[in-house]
């Protein structure tokens, strides 16, 4: 699910925005939710580094903060997530401009003059993110798949292994999270692409994230410190893939 994030120091003003918000996120059946709505840009930006993902982000470019204002809070978020999507909000048109001195790509600017342009304006953002969003799925390998009822999408380059925890109960493992999910192993693989082997009757790896084979204890070591369990008969299969992608 995509995180969105409201920081307006306005108690009224972020209460509407965020009835808006979620009212766009149900009727369009958008796999977002509001992971932070606050007056304090510190705790936006913790909640950031925490989820490590593509967010959403409504700033009031006017907060009551003095270290940060909406400018500077983008510029501090751009740091974590370079792909965000940045909207910002504010009663002064003529700071628009200013978003170019800051350097973080806003998608929007929104005046706060009249809500029915407010929720017009909501509507328009999430339908280019929408757009945006099905063509970056077009353009790279996206893997789906259903958790908690929800239809959910990984880029696949970004999924270091899938690990079976019980019969029928997996987890797949990207660099920025892991999420539970029911299935099988058998019909993973065969929707993965050629980066992908199955080493171990509970393991299916990035052949791209491994970092090294223990041959002595059966285990794949991953870039980012992570094992998977290595079967032995899978071992000369893998290690001439990994020759392969080297060699490229």
């Known amino acids: 699910m995509i995180p969105v994030y409201i920081c307006e120091d306005n108690t009224g003003q972020r209460e509407k925005l965020e009835t808006l918000i979620k009212k766009h996120i149900i009727i369009e059946d958008f796999d977002m939710f509001i992971a932070k709505s606050t007056h304090d840009p510190a ?34 978020v751009r740091k974590i997530d370079s792909d965000g999507y940045i909207i910002f909000i504010t009663t002064h048109s003529e700071m628009a401009f200013q978003t170019f001195h800051y350097k973080v790509s806003a998608l929007e600017y929104i005046l706060k003059d009249n809500p029915a342009d407010i929720e017009r304006a909501i509507k328009a953002c999430f ?42 109960k997996l987890i797949v493992h990207s660099l920025d999270k892991r999420i539970h999910f029911n299935g099988d192993l ?52 893998i290690l001439e893939r990994l020759a392969a992608i080297k060699s490229l």
């Not at 967010?55 to 204002?69: E, K, M, T």
Request: with cysteine.
């Open 127 to 168: 339908e280019t993110i929408k757009t945006q969003l099905n063509t970056t799925r077009t353009t790279k390998k996206i893997f789906n798949i259903i958790s908690e009822e929800k239809l959910l999408f990984i880029d696949e380059q970004k999924i270091t292994f899938f690990e079976v925890v019980s019969p029928h």
């Open 43 to 76: 705790s936006v930006l913790q909640a950031v580094q925490e989820n490590k993902t593509v967010g959403i982000y409504f700033l009031d470019i006017d907060l009551n903060d003095p270290n940060l204002n909406g400018f500077t809070l983008a510029q501090e």
């Open 186 to 237: 058998k019909e993973i693989e065969k929707r993965l692409s050629q980066n992908f082997i199955r080493c171990h009757r509970s393991f299916i790896v990035n052949l791209n994230y491994i970092d090294y084979v223990d041959k002595k204890n059966s285990v794949i070591i991953l870039k980012n410190g992570s094992t998977c369990y290595l079967a032995r008969r899978k071992l000369k299969v």
